[in-house]
Nanobody
Framework: QVQLVESGGGLVQPGGSLRLSCAAS????????MSWYRQAPGEQRELVAT???????NYANSAKGRFTISRDNANDTVYLQMNSLKPEDTAVYYC???????????????WGKGTLVTVSS
């Protein structure tokens, strides 16, 4: 089955930067849309950024101007560059990918286990 593995989380001071990575592995035809979500304690999981297979990007208002989503199709990887981090960015960040199965038009969403980002002084 498909697996998504996030990396790059950690502790950073306000105003700092982090780059999250999410690598997909397994047997599949292609990756369609890839997204980053985040979930803070006591909050609903929210969409942070999305990138399509055609490199069309969309961001939550809280991320616009500070975060950049990108993908490396050759390595089945999506990134989230986070700059000017704020304490309210503290959350577990989850990678999501819509992936098409081999030999069919079937696709499904897959989730990583998450990586913790803590923004604190």
């Amino acid at each position: 089955q498909v697996q998504l593995v996030e990396s790059g989380g950690g502790l950073v001071q306000p105003g700092g930067s982090l780059r999250l990575s999410c690598a997909a592995s397994g047997r599949f035809f292609r990756i369609n849309t890839m997204s980053w979500y985040r979930q803070a304690p006591g909050e609903q999981r929210e969409l942070v950024a999305t990138i399509t297979s055609g490199d069309s990007r969309n961001y939550a208002n809280s991320a616009k101007g500070r975060f950049t989503i990108s993908r490396d199709n050759a390595n089945d990887t999506v990134y989230l560059q986070m700059n000017s981090l704020k304490p309210e960015d503290t959350a577990v960040y989850y990678c999501n990918a819509n992936i098409a199965a081999l030999g069919t038009y079937f696709s499904a969403d897959y989730w990583g286990k998450g990586t913790l980002v803590t923004v604190s002084s």
